[in-house]
T-cell receptor
């Protein structure tokens, strides 16, 4: 049972445009959400997070939106840069637990 | 560089064998987590240790075991290996003081079982 789903395995975006990566979850006990970025041959790197008490969190070019009623979150990257090309994992955590539940990832390619 | 180190980077072995993967957390971090990433899968949480004690368990097979030593490094032992155990194994660490702390990942160990 996949509790965190990233339905788009890949996304291709032109440099300078917006990249939107989506993530859906099923467990209503999740109340903290994270995005990790992963380059080949490296471990995932923390990018941005959001608590369920918020609906938006912004950090530079990266913004995460949370829609609790739809159990959906998205990561917006504006403007997209070639260095953003990587696999992006959505992850969720239930209250008072350290365990992260990851999605299967979306491979983002930003082309010139 | 996350500060989390994992050895070895690559491991090739045969079915039925046993291997040990090693992880050194970031300096000062008390929690260590192990994750498995199989082909086209997300990272699956295996187990967490906090200051030497098991704290949380995921879908870890009985053939797998882990421990965290007094110097806080951790080892993941995989035994009676099967072809399906071929995967990337990641270790992550966090301070452990709060469940909201960011987990920092090592570069992973790629295991290939032939």
């Amino acid at each position: 049972d996949q509790q965190v789903k990233q339905n788009s395995p890949s996304l291709s975006v032109q440099e300078g445009r917006i990249s939107i990566l989506n993530c859906d979850y099923t467990n209503s006990m999740f109340d903290y959400f994270l995005w990790y970025k992963k380059y080949p041959a490296e471990g995932p790197t923390f990018l941005i997070s959001i608590s369920s008490i918020k609906d938006k969190n912004e950090d530079g070019r990266f913004t995460v939106f949370l829609n609790k009623s739809a159990k959906h979150l998205s990561l917006h990257i504006v403007p997209s840069q070639p260095g953003d090309s990587a696999v992006y994992f959505c992850a969720a955590r239930a209250y008072n637990t350290d365990k992260l539940i990851f999605g299967t990832g979306t491979r983002l390619q930003v082309f010139p | 560089d996350s500060g989390v180190t994992q050895t070895p980077k690559h491991l090739i072995t045969a079915t039925g064998q046993r291997v040990t993967l090693r992880c050194s957390p970031r300096s000062g971090d008390l929690s260590v987590y192990w994750y498995q990433q199989s082909l086209d899968q997300g990272l699956q949480f295996l187990i967490q240790y906090y200051n030497g004690e098991e704290r949380a368990k995921g879908n870890i097979l009985e053939r797998f075991s882990a421990q965290q030593f007094p110097d806080l490094h951790s080892e993941l032992n995989l035994s009676s290996l099967e072809l399906g155990d071929s995967a990337l194994y990641f270790c992550a660490s966090s301070g452990g003081g709060s469940w909201r702390e960011t987990q920092y990942f090592g570069p992973g160990t790629r295991l290939l079982v032939l």
